[in-house]
C-alpha cells in the first residue's frame, strides 16, 4: 500500500467487499518509516488499517516461533520480524498474510490457521 502498488488494490476491495479487517503489525512500521518525507505514504497506507501492538503474548510466542524455525532452516538470517507478524496473525487466526517472503513466513506458521499469499498468487 505504501509502495502505492498496482496489485494492492484489487486485494484491498476485495477485503473492504467482505468486510474483512486489515491489520498491520506495529512493528512493520519500524521496517518502512525511514524519517524522511516518503514516509508520507506509509502515514496514508496506516491510516486504513488497524495498527496492532504487540503484547507480552505475542513478543513469547514470536521468539518461540523464531527458535523453532531457525533450529530446521538452512539458512541463517533474523526472523524475529516474520515472526512478529506470524503471531500477531496467530492471535486474529484465521488470518491472511500478504508477504514478499512466503518461505520464511511458511516456516513461522505451524499448524495455525493462517494462510500465506504474495500479491501475485499462492
Not at 38 to 64: F, Y
Not at 87 to 113: K, Q
Amino acid at each position: 500500500m505504501a509502495r502505492r502498488d498496482r496489485r494492492v488494490r484489487p486485494v484491498l476491495a476485495v477485503l473492504v467487499e467482505q468486510h474483512q479487517r486489515m491489520v498491520v503489525p506495529a512493528v512493520i512500521l519500524a521496517e518502512l518509516m525511514t524519517g524522511k518525507p516518503t514516509d508520507a505514504a506509509v502515514w496514508h497506507a496506516v491510516n486504513r488499517l488497524v495498527v496492532m501492538d504487540t503484547d507480552a503474548h505475542i513478543a513469547a510466542d514470536a521468539g518461540a516461533r523464531r527458535e523453532q524455525a531457525t533450529a530446521t532452516r538452512p539458512k541463517k538470517r533474523d526472523l524475529t520480524i516474520d515472526a512478529l507478524v506470524v503471531a500477531t496473525a496467530a492471535r486474529l487466526a484465521p488470518a491472511v498474510i500478504i508477504t514478499g517472503d512466503p518461505n520464511d513466513i511458511r516456516l513461522l506458521v505451524g499448524e495455525d490457521d493462517i494462510t500465506v499469499t504474495t500479491l501475485d498468487g499462492p
